[in-house]
Antibody, heavy 117, light 108 residues
């Protein structure tokens, strides 16, 4: 059974850093397209970043240069290092596995990141 | 960036009735369009991919149609568990992967 479990969310001051992790089971993260998708309170879904074969990565313009996506193959986890956090980054962050063509067939339960002083 | 526009923002439907949700892309996405359902406090769930293929375990009352720039999600006979927010997402041209703003299906 495929499962994704995110951890690492919390309350952080503007300008701070946070690292999210997503533990995967039932499949191998290193052989999948993996994304982070976020949802601000009461708002819609926003794609954040993707990592795929050969550790290729892409980012939304809103986080480029501040966030870094990575994989830990030994732990079968997906990570998101978030630096220079802003109030606008406040959201529930979901990790999601992308099927062959980058639609998301499995999602984690999400972890809440709140950026506030 | 491909902009996805969903309409209406809110749809009020009685149980047992049909619901028709629309999604429009700012340029052609071929059939590379997915639909998701999200209930309060839960992660989104994949319903439809390839514009019209139901994901595993999705009831037959959910159907998707369309290609190019115009897409429709139809729920043939709404059940109580279907009241939720629905999102479309294109994966034809990326990055970025883009979602529509969502349609909330509420009880009339």
């Amino acid at each position: 059974e495929v499962q994704l479990v995110e951890t690492g969310g919390g309350l952080i001051q503007p300008g701070g850093s946070l690292r999210l992790s997503c533990a995967a089971s039932g499949f191998t993260v290193s052989s999948s397209y993996m994304s982070w998708v976020r949802q601000a309170p009461g708002k819609g879904l926003e794609w954040v970043s993707v990592i795929y074969s050969g550790d290729s990565t892409f980012y939304a313009d809103s986080v480029k240069g501040r966030f870094t996506i990575s994989r830990d193959t030994s732990k079968n986890t997906l990570n998101l290092q978030m630096n220079s956090l802003r109030a606008g980054d406040t959201a529930v962050y979901y990790c999601a596995r992308a099927a062959l063509q980058n639609y998301f067939d499995y999602w984690g339960q999400g972890t809440l990141v709140t950026v506030s002083s | 960036e491909i902009v996805m526009t969903q309409s209406p923002a809110t749809l009020s439907v009685s149980p047992g009735e049909r619901a028709t949700l629309s999604c429009r892309a700012s340029q052609s996405v071929s059939s590379n369009l997915a639909w998701y359902q999200q209930k309060p406090g839960q992660a989104p769930r994949l319903l439809i991919y390839g514009a019209s293929t139901r994901a595993t375990g999705i009831p037959a009352r959910f159907s998707g149609s369309g290609a190019g720039t115009e897409f429709t999600l139809t729920i043939s006979s709404l059940q109580s568990e279907d009241f939720a927010v629905y999102y479309c997402q294109q994966y034809n041209n990326w990055p970025p992967l883009t979602f529509g703003g969502g349609t909330k299906v509420e009880i009339k």
